[in-house]
């Protein structure tokens, strides 16, 4: 009988810390390997303090918020090829009205462009719930009208912003310097607050149900285009930060930035951070982590001595084999059950 | 659909209704529809436009488009996508470009044998290790590009200029100029492509696999080889392109074809084929390819910025699908 005891209490528990793994294992991997990418980091290059530290997370700002953006509507169903042009639109449209305004004007642009973005996107999920054609089909198409909205607002880079937001997004008033703290406050705060929302609230909790499967959730009684049109929104809002991270980050707008670049890195970084592509599965946390790490990779292969052309081939490899183990992992879990 | 036209009599609906199904039935119909009204249009704008010289202009803008859009049809056939089309075509065009001094054969060989490789790369990717296409084609343009950024300063440092023949069939007409050598590439293309998927068992296994994969590889289908074999040829017919373009553009560098790539797939999806796979043809496409070019055409004409046009771009795209799926839905 003594012997039976612990027996019972490891039975007990294995199966909780079981599914907290299943449930969230691939999100800690990739924060696991953010750190270790960070350590290795630090050994080497020569000097690893406040500035570098400064230069890594300011300038995945961008891609850090467009991957959330596209997160947020992929686990609600959707695929947004938007993202890029809504990243490059905002740039441009900050920087031509906060140029040579002051400190507390550039702050209401910043508002009043992220709400014009989140209703923008909100009506192009409306449009895809009417219509109900392909997300990636209408969302290719507002990628076009996005970037070409941006070249009409600035035809050519300029523009400008003020020097406090700035250190907003950078901690700099110059959009370079030794104070990372601005920048992880900018991530960390709105990331939480989706991350509560999706995880916690019923409307939230409404795009995983929309997202694994619409036809089950709309006859649960959810409000399944409520719920997509929130999506698109909520990515619009993001979509709209990273542009502002840019405008903050270059302190001036550029018409001519490939906004379809952003968004395909977008996609690349959501997979990696554990976003099914499929919807309903994965979470804001783990795109955050990965949107970071697909960043990182540029400062630790040149820190490496790799060329930056070589860099760009491991990234690509890197890419897919993260897909290639994540398809033979799923495809072992499917015959075990 | 019908309470706009509830006040109607009972027979003009169902000759609406009729029609409606009728027209389902024939999307390109519909879609022949646009481009002569869109040709009119342009006509109106530019009374000239209605000439060999005006529809030349338009169907040389379409060829690589539309060939790269052959690659599309045949992988959204199967519930995929490529997004490495525009890298591999630049990177055909630049392995050709490269070899030409060493004559036409090599040079558009090599350029065949990158597609190719390329492509087939993809369908390892995604038949055999199941990586989601998007990701997989995404993956491998980033990775091209940086194995042609590094080449081109190594094995590829030299000629960037495309030979004389690949500048005659990329650029060059016959019959006194009025007839490109390039839109011949591209009608030969089309009955290879059209023939496939209409007559082949090939074409059939692609539609099959869009539509059910799971019942296509229970009745025997060997589903990664047939992936694996589609993947490869639309680096084949971006390759094709590629070299085209280059032999039209002349010089080659890095960015050649990547303004092509969302173009590729805006006329597959304008052509009516599903981006779930199991349905469209490639007749379709290659009228989307065309709605395209005559859009550049009038968008040219009317002197319109390259903000105009991609914005009337993109909203082509939206109005086009949406008028497909109400269509669908009404009939």
Known sequence: MTATTPEIITASTTPGWQRWLRRHGWTTGVWLLLVAMTIWYSTLIPRFGAFEVSTIVNN???????AVAQAVIVIAGGIDLGVGGMLVLVNVTAARFMLDQPFGMTLLIAVLVVIGAAALNGGVGWVINVSRVPDIVITLGTL???????????????????????????????????????????????VLLVAWWMGKTRSGLSLYAIGSNRTAAYLSGINAARAKITAYAIGGAFAAMAGLAVTAIAGRGNPNI?????????????????????????????????????????????????????????????????MMVAGLLELRRQRRS | MSTDIAPMEAAAESRVTTAMRWLAAHPNVGLIGVLVSLVLVTTAIEPNYLSLTGFRGTAVFAVPIGIMAAGQTILMLT????????????????????????????????????????????GIGVGVFRVNPLIMTLAMAGILLGLFTSWAQTIFSGATQAVGFIRTIGGGSTLDGRLPWSVL???????????????TGFGRMLYALGDNPVATRLSGAR?????????????????????????????????????????????????GTSIFGGSGTYTGTILGALILGVLQSMLTFLGAGVAVQQIVYGSIVVALAWLYASIARSA
């Open chain 1, 60 to 66: 995945s700002l961008p891609l850090v918020y467009l």
């Open chain 2, 223 to 271: 589903s990664w080889q047939v992936l694996l074999l589609a993947y490869a040829l639309s680096g084949f017919l971006a390759a094709i392109a590629g070299i085209l373009l280059a032999g039209r553009i002349g010089n080659v560098d890095l960015s050649l074809a990547g303004f092509l790539l969302l173009p590729s797939v805006a006329a597959a999806v304008i052509g």
């Open chain 1, 144 to 190: 076009f009208i996005y970037q070409g909205m941006a070249l009409a607002i600035l035809p050519n880079p300029g523009g400008g912003t003020s020097d406090g937001f700035r250190w907003i997004f950078t901690g700099s008033e110059v959009g370079i310097g030794r104070n990372p703290w601005p920048a992880i406050v900018m991530i960390i705060v709105p």
């Open chain 2, 79 to 122: 519930a995929g996508i490529d997004l490495s089309v525009a890298m591999i075509a630049t990177g055909a065009a630049y392995a050709a470009a490269n070899q030409s001094p060493n004559g036409a054969v090599v040079a558009i060989l090599l350029g065949l044998l990158v597609g190719v490789l390329a492509g087939s790369a993809n």
């Open chain 1, 258 to 322: 490939v906004g379809g670049n952003f968004t395909l890195n977008s996609v690349a970084a959501i997979v990696l951070g554990g976003v099914a592509l499929t919807g309903g599965i994965g979470s804001v946390i783990g795109a955050v982590a990965a949107g970071i790490v697909l960043f990182f990779l540029n400062p630790i292969l040149t820190a490496m001595g790799v060329d930056p052309n070589r860099a760009q081939i491991i990234r690509g490899l890197l890419i897919v084999l993260v």
């Open chain 2, 185 to 199: 590439v591209w009608v030969a293309v089309a009955v290879f492509v059209i023939y496939m998927l209409r007559r």
